[in-house]
């Protein structure tokens, strides 16, 4: 790993533990502290495996289909719409298999999609309980990832389901089978669902951090 990566490694805990503390923030003390979760947001952003423009172009897809998933499902539907790489996953729960269907053509026609993962279960929505317990998990996940060695946290988008985590991101293989270890390790995941876009190594190495070139700055002293 190149000093770059070390560094990068060390901040890494500190930026992902202030994330989670601006969420609790943000419910306190309001627009202080939305104005420094989106400092921090945009140092994440910048290491994302995706373009500036199709992270915007997610957050546009997730608002649009929030909004064709009320005008369906209403209160007979719990849909939850995380959008990766324009690739759009929907989990939780609605009423029946017409109106499954139906949420998922409403999102295939937003403009932009080039993709739909089906995850939605035929029942009841989920309680006040299990959706608190879902959401332990994935911050669980989120640390964990964050701790681990040779794997870059931001790569993976982590969503939980009754207890089911789905991993979304651009990953090699490698960092897929990783990412999923890590997952089924914590408690209270009874399930882990891939819904990774894979990436070759070659293409891998053109996210590191490029390393610093020590002869320009010992000639520069």
Known sequence: MNNSSAI????????AMSVLCG???ASLSGCVALVAGGAISGTLAASDRRTFGAQTEDRAIEVKAAIKVNNVGGDAAHVNINSFNRRALLTGEVRDEAMKAQIEREIRGIEGVIDVINELEIAGPSSYTSRSNDTLITTKVKASLVDAKDISANSYQVVTERGVVYLQGRVTQREGQIGADI???????????????????????????????????????
Do not use: C, D, H
């Open 8 to 15: 990068w490694k060390k901040i890494q805990r500190p930026l």
């Open 23 to 25: 969420a609790m923030l």
């Open 183 to 221: 997952a089924r390790g914590v408690s209270g995941v009874t399930k882990v669902v891939k819904v990774f876009e894979y990436i070759t190594e070659e293409e891998w190495k053109s996210y590191q951090p490029k390393p610093a070139n020590t002869a320009n700055n010992a000639s520069s002293q």
